[in-house]
C-alpha cells in the first residue's frame, strides 16, 4: 500500500504562533517505520513538545501530513493510532487511544498524552500543606506533638514535590531516536443499515439477549 506523506515546513503552536519548522525545531520530520520484520505497526517519531497547561496535556507534534487514500477496493482507509508497549512503564497514557485519523484530515498529526495524576490536585495538597504549616507556627503545641507533625508535614512535602516533578517531565524526548506512538492503516468499509421489521429476522445466537457484560463469563471482581 502506497500512502501520500507530507513534510511540514511550518507547524502551528499552541499560541497561535506559525513557526518554521527547519529553524525551530531540534529534528526535522522524520517518516513512520517498521521497528523490526513482521512490526503489524509503524513507529512515529516526534519533533516538537508543547505542554497545555490549560488542559492539563502533552502535546507532541510530528510535522507530517497524510493523504491516507482507499483501499483496494475504492474503500477509504483510516489510520489508527495506538500508545506504544513502554508506555506502561509510566502513568502517562494516550487519552483517545486507539486515536484515528480519518480519510479527509489534510492537517499536522499530533499524539495527546496525559498523567494519570491530576495536577491540579497534587497543586491543591501542596497549598494545604502550606496552610497547616502555617496554622501549626501559630498554635503552642507540645514540643513532641510539634515535631511529629512537623516529621509528617516534610515526608508529605516531599511527596508531592516527586510527584509534581514526574507530572512535568514529558514521556518522551524530540531528539530523533524516542517514538512516541504507533499507527497501522486499514479500510475502514462503508457501512449501510438494513433495517429488519423483527427482532426475530436477526437470527438467532448462542448469547441471545443475555445482558451487557454477563454473556462471556469471568466479570470483573469489586
Not at 493510532?81 to 483517545?96: A, C, G, Q
Request: hydrophobic letters at 30%; a negative charge.
Amino acid at each position: 500500500m502506497e500512502v501520500k506523506v507530507f513534510k511540514l515546513k511550518e507547524i502551528k503552536l499552541l499560541s497561535g504562533d506559525v513557526v518554521d519548522v527547519e529553524q525551530y525545531c531540534n529534528v526535522q520530520p522524520i517518516l513512520p517505520a517498521y521497528g523490526k520484520e513482521g512490526d503489524a505497526c509503524m513507529d512515529v517519531y516526534p519533533i516538537h513538545y508543547e505542554y497545555d497547561r490549560d488542559k492539563d496535556r502533552h502535546i507532541y507534534h510530528t510535522g507530517l501530513a497524510f493523504n491516507i487514500g482507499d483501499d483496494a477496493n475504492g474503500e477509504p482507509n483510516e489510520m489508527s493510532l495506538r500508545p506504544r508497549s513502554n508506555l506502561t512503564k509510566s502513568d502517562f497514557y494516550m487519552p483517545n487511544a486507539p486515536g484515528t485519523l480519518d480519510w479527509g484530515y489534510r492537517g499536522e498529526l499530533l499524539i495527546i498524552f496525559k498523567n494519570r495524576t491530576s495536577r491540579d490536585l497534587v497543586h491543591a495538597v501542596s497549598t494545604l500543606i502550606e496552610i497547616v504549616d502555617k496554622l501549626r507556627e501559630h498554635m503552642h503545641l507540645p514540643d513532641s506533638m510539634v515535631g511529629n507533625a512537623r516529621l509528617k508535614l516534610n515526608n508529605v512535602r516531599a511527596t508531592t514535590t516527586n510527584i509534581l516533578g514526574k507530572l512535568s517531565t514529558p514521556p518522551y524526548n524530540c531528539d530523533g531516536k524516542d517514538r512516541c506512538c504507533q499507527l497501522i492503516i486499514n479500510s475502514a468499509q462503508r457501512i449501510t443499515w438494513k433495517e429488519v421489521k423483527s427482532i426475530e429476522e436477526l437470527g438467532e445466537s448462542e448469547r441471545g439477549n443475555k445482558g451487557f457484560g454477563e454473556g462471556t463469563g469471568g466479570a470483573a471482581k469489586a
